[in-house]
T-cell receptor, first 114, second 115 residues
Framework: AQSVAQPEDQVNVAEGNPLTVKCTYS??????LFWYVQYPNRGLQFLLK??????LVKGSYGFEAEFNKSQTSFHLKKPSALVSDSALYFCAVRATNYGQNFVFGPGTRLSVLP | KAGVTQTPRYLIKTRGQQVTLSCSPISGHRSVSWYQQTPGQGLQFLFEYFSETQRNKGNFPGRFSGRQFSNSRSEMNVSTLELGDSALYLCASSLAPGTLNYGYTFGSGTRLTVV
């Protein structure tokens, strides 16, 4: 069975500082990994994905994520946080075999303080 | 191009009633998935439709049902509403179930409140 863990319910960071939102996963076989962001009363917006290839993936709004197969992790990072990055972040995994739906983590609320 | 459209945005129903939510996917997308989002349970998968057929189903009671039309638009129905059904219901579209690497595009959701 697939599962995703986001060990931190809340991450607080000062504006201009680097941020990391953690994600670990469990899936049989090779994973497709995604990060989504959700602003209040809105749906989820796609940030980036890892399919194959380079372990460092760059996405929207200056975010990037590093796939680490040995640690089964896919942490989201940004070198310099903005107040507007404050939102709810979801990590998701989907196994590469057909018919597997997405499994989302519980979400991490990021607060960037001015 | 237009995004995923969910209607209505907000809905208030009383216990015991039924409700139908609608989702129009991005043009050209033929797969529609539904999720329930609540503060306590996070994002829970409801079902996935492709070519008018349910391809995958989550662990929800039979009161939750859905369908997809020939134009790929989808509806989900919840009968005999319970207070615990209050949630944000999200629809996501993708090209097809087999295009796993494309991910989802989500709608803004329907906020259902059961009183």
């Amino acid at each position: 069975a697939q599962s995703v863990a986001q060990p931190e319910d809340q991450v607080n960071v000062a504006e201009g500082n680097p941020l990391t939102v953690k994600c670990t996963y469990s899936v049989s076989g090779n994973p497709y990994l995604f990060w989504y962001v959700q602003y209040p009363n809105r749906g989820l917006q796609f940030l980036l994905k890892y399919i194959t290839g380079d372990n460092l993936v760059k996405g929207s709004y200056g975010f990037e994520a590093e796939f680490n197969k040995s640690q089964t992790s896919f942490h989201l990072k940004k070198p310099s946080a903005l107040v507007s990055d404050s939102a709810l972040y979801f990590c998701a995994v989907r196994a590469t075999n057909y018919g597997q739906n997405f499994v989302f983590g519980p979400g991490t609320r990021l607060s960037v303080l001015p | 191009k237009a995004g995923v459209t969910q209607t209505p945005r907000y809905l208030i129903k009383t216990r015991g009633q039924q409700v139908t939510l609608s989702c129009s996917p991005i043009s050209g997308h033929r797969s529609v998935s539904w999720y329930q989002q609540t503060p306590g349970q996070g994002l829970q998968f409801l079902f996935e439709y492709f070519s008018e057929t349910q391809r995958n189903k989550g662990n929800f009671p039979g009161r939750f049902s859905g369908r997809q039309f020939s134009n790929s638009r989808s509806e989900m129905n919840v009968s005999t509403l319970e207070l615990g059904d209050s949630a944000l219901y999200l629809c996501a579209s993708s090209l097809a179930p087999g295009t796993l690497n494309y991910g989802y595009t989500f709608g803004s959701g329907t906020r259902l409140t059961v009183v």
